[in-house]
C-alpha cells in the first residue's frame, strides 16, 4: 500500500510544475511540450526507483539477519522521505509564488472582478 504522504507530496510538488511550466508556454507549443513532459517525469521515476533499489540491496548485504533487514528498509524509506521533502519544498515555493502572481493580475484587472460577482 503507497504511503499517503507520498501522494501529498507528489500533488503538491506536479501541479504547480506543470502549471509554471505550461504558463511558460505559447498556447501553439502546448501539445509538443506535453508528450515530452510525460516522457521526462516517466524516466525520472524509473531513475529515482532505480537509485534507491540500489541504495536498499547495498544495506541489505550488510545485514542478512531479518532485524537488520528490517532495519535496513526502514533506512531506504527514510532516505526516500528526505528525498521527498526535499522535493517539496521548492514546489511549495513555486505555488506560493504563482497565487503571488494571480492575486497581482486579479488586483490589476478590477473591472472583470467586479463582473464576476454577479
Not at 4 to 23: D, H, K
Not at 55 to 68: C, F, K, M, N, S
Request: glycine share 8%; hydrophobic share 45%.
Amino acid at each position: 500500500m503507497p504511503a499517503p504522504g507520498r501522494g501529498v507530496g507528489f500533488g503538491l510538488s506536479i501541479i504547480p510544475a506543470m502549471t509554471a511550466a505550461y504558463r511558460a508556454l505559447p498556447p501553439n507549443k502546448i501539445p509538443d511540450a506535453t508528450p515530452q513532459l510525460n516522457a521526462l517525469q516517466r524516466v525520472d521515476g524509473a531513475i529515482g526507483t532505480a537509485v534507491l533499489t540500489v541504495v536498499l540491496d547495498d544495506q541489505l548485504r550488510h545485514r542478512p539477519t531479518p532485524a537488520g533487514e528490517v532495519g535496513r528498509f526502514g533506512i531506504t524509506f527514510l532516505r526516500a522521505l528526505a528525498i521527498t521533502i526535499a522535493a517539496a519544498i521548492p514546489a511549495i515555493l513555486l505555488a506560493h509564488t504563482e497565487r503571488r502572481v494571480l492575486r497581482r493580475a486579479h488586483a490589476s484587472k478590477p473591472g472583470e472582478a467586479a463582473d464576476t460577482s454577479h
